[in-house]
């Protein structure tokens, strides 16, 4: 007889077994998410002295990711590795040194990480994004966040990547008006990555010389970018002139890319299928939390920071109860311990779809719909929960519009057919399927 989830800190068991059947497609990849922070775990009990790096992150999931980006665009991987270089050199002249270093370099080799997922037409795409295509990369841009918190990537990372996009001072493109006070180390990345991609040859432009560069960006200072960080970007360039610009070009000749082994071609395709499912998550919904078999969250979305004003950062390893979001039910009371849909799947092992009222700040409630979804080990016991949330008080974003991407994310542009990545993602889906064992009666 299976126990119900408590509102309170006491985990769910490990060992409980979910009677009852379970297909639900989606569950296969968000399980793999948890398998992400899973292996997290196991590696820090592994080794009780590791080096800055394992403290940042997990070295083997550095290695899949980098490896999957040097699949999806080798570019775009030589564009990172400069960009950390960069970014590490403007820090150690600001007085960066440890751990706080290894950090920004970290962040720097993969705020591009969100590309793993974006189509073709859009990442070699020889002009200017639309509208529609950069409100896209956004999209990938926060799954790329959603996959390194799985991966318990340290805080700091995860606040200078969250944080990157955004202008030093005033709001523009839709940027945020966030002032000086912005990690240090996500302005000194946003110097790097502008630096890097006017350097770089475009199919619509050939790169730009250093003096151009610097000139675009101490025009831009104390509104775009941090004015102190430029003129720390000047200084290191003019007092190592030779070693700066030749150190650049080492940074690509010391890259040699290899073929894919089985192992490393399995793992990249695990990971675009993450990035496949994880999109629709992002595009269609207003995001998604997954909490473990320890009932910590191990995951709280971008979108879901935005709707309910939560810092994520916050939130990462703390223990869920019925009171972590400001929910009500529809006739605006508290939730009692039954009325908690977490509770609820966890006690009949189904996926189910609930509606509540959110407060938002300021006190105004708001309708939403909760799709609560099981997760279950190859054992048939329950290994966590994931919860996904849509605002009904507004229809889809830009449904037509997202609908159009979606397809083309999917689907060869010239034939129609379903891409490789798609038909890989099916694959993947199909044969988890089939090879799943039955749930125990």
Same mark, same amino acid.
């Given at each position: 007889?299976?126990?119900?989830?408590?509102?309170?800190?006491?985990?769910?068991?490990?060992?409980?077994?979910?009677?009852?059947?379970?297909?639900?497609?989606?569950?296969?990849?968000?399980?793999?998410?948890?398998?992400?922070? $899973?292996?997290?775990?196991?590696?820090?009990?592994?080794?009780?002295?590791?080096?800055?790096?394992?403290?940042?992150?997990?070295?083997?999931?550095?290695?899949?990711?980098?490896?999957?980006?040097?699949?999806?665009? $080798? $570019?775009?991987?030589?564009?990172?590795?400069?960009?950390?270089?960069?970014?590490?050199?403007?820090?150690?002249?600001?007085?960066?040194?440890?751990?706080?270093?290894?950090?920004?370099?970290?962040?720097?080799?993969?705020?591009?990480?969100?590309?793993?997922?974006?189509?073709?037409?859009?990442?070699?795409?020889?002009?200017?994004?639309?509208?529609?295509?950069?409100?896209?990369?956004?999209?990938?841009?926060?799954?790329?966040?959603?996959?390194?918190?799985?991966?318990?990537?340290?805080?700091?990372?995860?606040?200078?990547?969250?944080?990157?996009?955004?202008?030093?001072?005033?709001?523009?493109?839709?940027?945020?008006?966030?002032?000086?006070?912005?990690?240090?180390?996500?302005?000194?990345?946003?110097?790097?990555?502008?630096?890097?991609?006017?350097?770089?040859?475009? &199919?619509?432009?050939?790169?730009?010389?250093?003096?151009?560069?610097?000139?675009?960006?101490?025009?831009?200072?104390?509104?775009?970018?941090?004015?102190?960080? &430029?003129?720390?970007?000047?200084?290191?360039?003019?007092?190592?002139?030779?070693?700066?610009?030749?150190?650049?070009?080492? &940074?690509?000749?010391?890259?040699?890319? !290899?073929?894919?082994?089985?192992?490393?071609?399995?793992?990249?395709?695990?990971?675009?299928?993450?990035?496949?499912?994880?999109?629709?998550?992002?595009?269609?919904?207003?995001?998604?939390?997954?909490?473990?078999?320890?009932?910590?969250?191990?995951?709280?979305?971008?979108?879901?920071?935005?709707?309910?004003?939560?810092?994520?950062?916050?939130?990462?390893?703390? $223990?869920?109860? !019925?009171?972590?979001?400001?929910?009500?039910?529809?006739?605006?009371?508290?939730?009692?311990?039954?009325?908690?849909?977490?509770?609820?799947?966890?006690?009949?092992?189904?996926?189910?779809?609930?509606?509540?009222?959110?407060?938002?700040?300021?006190?105004?409630?708001?309708?939403?719909?909760?799709?609560?979804?099981?997760?279950?080990?190859?054992?048939?016991?329950?290994?966590?929960?994931?919860?996904?949330?849509?605002?009904?008080?507004?229809?889809?974003?830009?449904?037509?519009?997202?609908?159009?991407?979606?397809?083309?994310?999917?689907?060869?542009?010239?034939?129609?057919?379903?891409?490789?990545?798609?038909?890989?993602?099916?694959?993947?889906?199909?044969?988890?399927?089939?090879?799943?064992?039955?749930?125990?009666?």
């Amino acid at each position: 007889m299976n126990r119900p989830l408590v509102a309170n800190n006491n985990p769910m068991p490990r060992q409980q077994s979910v009677h009852g059947s379970y297909n639900m497609d989606s569950s296969l990849i968000l399980k793999e998410l948890l398998t992400l922070s $899973a292996e997290q775990d196991d590696l820090s009990l592994e080794s009780a002295e590791t080096d800055y790096i394992d403290q940042v992150i997990a070295r083997k999931h550095l290695r899949k990711f980098l490896t999957a980006l040097q699949a999806r665009d $080798a $570019a775009t991987l030589c564009h990172s590795r400069r960009v950390a270089f960069l970014a590490k050199g403007m820090a150690t002249n600001l007085g960066w040194e440890g751990i706080h270093l290894k950090q920004l370099e970290i962040a720097a080799l993969l705020h591009d990480i969100g590309k793993i997922g974006v189509p073709d037409h859009i990442l070699f795409k020889p002009g200017k994004l639309t509208s529609d295509e950069i409100e896209l990369m956004s999209h990938y841009h926060n799954i790329g966040l959603d996959v390194l918190q799985a991966c318990g990537t340290d805080h700091e990372v995860l606040t200078i990547l969250s944080q990157t996009r955004y202008h030093f001072s005033g709001a523009t493109n839709g940027y945020q008006y966030i002032g000086s006070d912005v990690h240090q180390g996500a302005r000194i990345l946003a110097i790097a990555d502008a630096y890097d991609s006017m350097a770089s040859n475009q &199919v619509y432009r050939s790169g730009k010389g250093h003096e151009e560069i610097m000139a675009i960006l101490m025009e831009s200072a104390g509104t775009q970018f941090d004015g102190n960080i &430029v003129g720390a970007l000047s200084r290191w360039e003019q007092n190592e002139q030779v070693a700066f610009h030749n150190a650049l070009l080492e &940074v690509n000749r010391l890259y040699e890319p !290899k073929q894919l082994n089985e192992r490393e071609a399995q793992e990249v395709n695990l990971i675009n299928n993450i990035f496949s499912y994880l999109f629709q998550i992002e595009s269609l919904y207003d995001g998604f939390y997954i909490v473990n078999a320890d009932f910590q969250f191990v995951l709280f979305s971008p979108g879901l920071e935005k709707l309910t004003d939560f810092n994520a950062i916050e939130l990462l390893g703390t $223990a869920w109860t !019925k009171n972590s979001l400001p929910l009500t039910n529809t006739e605006g009371t508290s939730l009692t311990s039954a009325d908690c849909s977490m509770n609820r799947v966890i006690t009949n092992g189904k996926p189910m779809t609930s509606e509540f009222m959110l407060e938002r700040p300021g006190g105004r409630l708001i309708n939403i719909e909760v799709q609560s979804v099981p997760m279950f080990g190859d054992d048939g016991h329950l290994v966590g929960v994931a919860e996904i949330f849509r605002d009904l008080s507004r229809g889809l974003k830009r449904p037509q519009e997202f609908n159009d991407l979606k397809l083309a994310a999917s689907m060869d542009a010239l034939t129609s057919v379903a891409n490789r990545g798609e038909l890989e993602t099916q694959l993947a889906i199909m044969l988890s399927r089939f090879n799943k064992p039955a749930f125990p009666r």
